[in-house]
């Protein structure tokens, strides 16, 4: 792909714009079978922990596989698939009504417009229209918005954030996987902040640097560290730092911890039985495991929810 290159030397932290950053780690990966094996430098801030990529993929390539989707798909799927999936271990739908929920509760700008920034499969637009929301959706993916008309009936603008010239401010904006895709989210989180109305919610959620897994697995984690499509790699800590500066007063933090039930039978390479045992166990042993976790700060995934002064 003449698309792969990489972007500019960054000489700051992405979160909060310390200049104290350094080497970490270096990750090769393999987006798909057509692609050439590319190397990732991914840099750490030792001021609030954040990582990102340094250099990271230009532009143009980024925007090269968002065209398709955000989420790895190098195929279209269907609604029937996505609602399998989702049946089969809870997730999308389980956050979707959790964030959106919660973001309500939070909005105290009286406005009843929520936006929903790289909306996916469109889990995120129906729970918030299901609260009495009308919402404007983005989304550059293909094969993502074919699902999301069949869910919502609707397609999302299929633009890059950056595109998006709003007519109208909002009380809720939710950003859920996506500020780790984003070049330059200080940019990104400065638009986010005016097109809220004061009182408005950002909910906004993000795989943790932090986590165990990252710790445990290092460069072998790719819940986090997924390249070239995760660029940034954020801390509860930096992430806070991000937002803060552009006005937004974090108002709740929560980490998440879940594992796919199928995630100890398929690395075994068990079958039958024996994976429906192993499946079973990972479904409840969990549960323990991943409040705790979550309680020590080590959870695989952070939500954020931020109100505009």
Known sequence: ??????????????????????????????????????????????????????????????????????????????????????????????????????????????????LDIGSGFGFYTRALRLLGYRTVSINPGQYENRVFQDLNGDEPLPIMFEQYQPEQAFGVVVMSQVLEHILEPDRTIAKVADLLESGGVLACAVPNYASFLVKLLGTKENACLWVPEHVNYFTEKGLKSLLERHGL???????????????????LGLTGSLAKLADTLVKYAQIPFAALMDTLGLGIYLNVYAVKQ
């Open 1 to 114: 792909m003449t698309t792969e290159i990489y972007g500019e030397v960054l000489r700051a932290c992405v979160a909060c714009g310390a200049e104290k950053i350094g080497f970490w780690r270096q990750k090769d990966y393999l987006y798909t079978d057509s692609a050439s094996r590319k190397a990732f430098r991914i840099y750490r801030c030792a001021c609030c922990g954040t990582g990102f990529l340094n250099q990271p993929p230009h532009r143009q390539w980024l925007q090269a596989i968002y065209q398709y989707s955000g989420q790895a798909l190098t195929q279209a799927i269907t609604l029937d698939e996505v609602m399998g999936r989702e049946a089969a271990f809870p997730n999308c739908i389980v956050d979707a009504k959790r964030m959106a929920l919660q973001a309500d509760q939070l909005n105290k700008s009286g406005n009843h417009r929520a």
């Open 249 to 267: 007063r974090v108002v709740k933090t929560e980490q998440v911890t879940r594992i796919q039930y199928n995630a100890l039978s398929r690395r």
